[in-house]
């Protein structure tokens, strides 16, 4: 049985003019499609994350450089933007509504902005990332909005890729799925099946932790990233 969506959607809608209206005609989508994308419920967790440097994060996988675009619209690339830090990256799209997936994502990195913000020795070793895979919408000037929106305390970045072109060995290097939702004739939705991820990288380029919707908590993420540096010596 298929299902009838509104794709019009606004994602930061306080930012005025910030995003395009999508064709709001309501269409067909197959239901595994749209269930894929449209999980439910949040990650509240009921439990107190173990002490920065009682565990171990071993290296799980080692990302490559890649040309990105900063929030000016200048050409730069994914180490540069890590600066030699520790980086927690998210991989978004701007009109993302779904409640358990981009938005969540934003909420973790805002918590953990006003986290670092509040602890300068730790800012000046952790930078915060959100990367765009929508290049089509989420251009420079949307990812500056987008910026402007949660008023960072911190050093967190907001960047996008030139293209999709660019954008491909991005996520594949991440291991980031994400494809376009369609209509049943073939057309777009405006949005997308993705899997929810955030990363934990270290100053090596490996990454050290995985975070998804089921163990996503900022007291977590900033614990694993003390870790981390404790384990460099740090």
Not at 62 to 77: A, V
């Amino acid at each position: 049985m298929a299902v009838a969506i509104v794709a019009a959607v606004s994602g930061h809608g306080s930012v005025a003019g910030a995003h395009d209206a999508i064709d709001a005609r309501p269409r067909a989508v197959d239901p595994s499609e749209a269930a894929y994308t449209y999980g439910v419920g949040a990650f509240r967790p009921e439990y107190t994350p173990p002490a920065p440097g009682t565990y171990a994060l071993p290296p799980i996988a080692t990302i490559s450089d890649h040309p990105l675009l900063d929030d000016k619209g200048t050409p730069t690339r994914l180490f540069d933007v890590v600066g030699g830090r520790i980086a927690v990256i998210a991989f978004v799209y701007t009109t993302c509504t779904e409640a358990a997936g981009c938005p969540v994502s934003f909420a973790v990195l805002h918590g953990l902005d006003r986290a670092l913000a509040a602890d300068r020795a730790l800012a000046r070793r952790v930078r915060l990332i959100t990367i765009s895979f929508d290049p089509e919408r989420d251009t420079p000037a949307r990812m500056a909005s987008t910026r402007q929106l949660h008023r960072p305390r911190s050093d967190w970045r907001f960047v996008t890729t030139r293209d999709e072109t660019a954008l491909a060995p991005l996520l594949a290097d991440f291991d980031q799925p994400v494809a376009k939702l369609r209509y049943t004739d073939g057309t777009w939705t405006g949005l997308f099946r993705h899997v929810l991820k955030v990363f934990l990288v270290d100053r090596e380029h490996r990454v050290r932790n995985v975070y998804s919707t089921g163990f996503l908590n900022p007291a977590l993420v900033l614990n694993d990233a003390k870790t981390v540096l404790l384990a460099a010596g740090e």
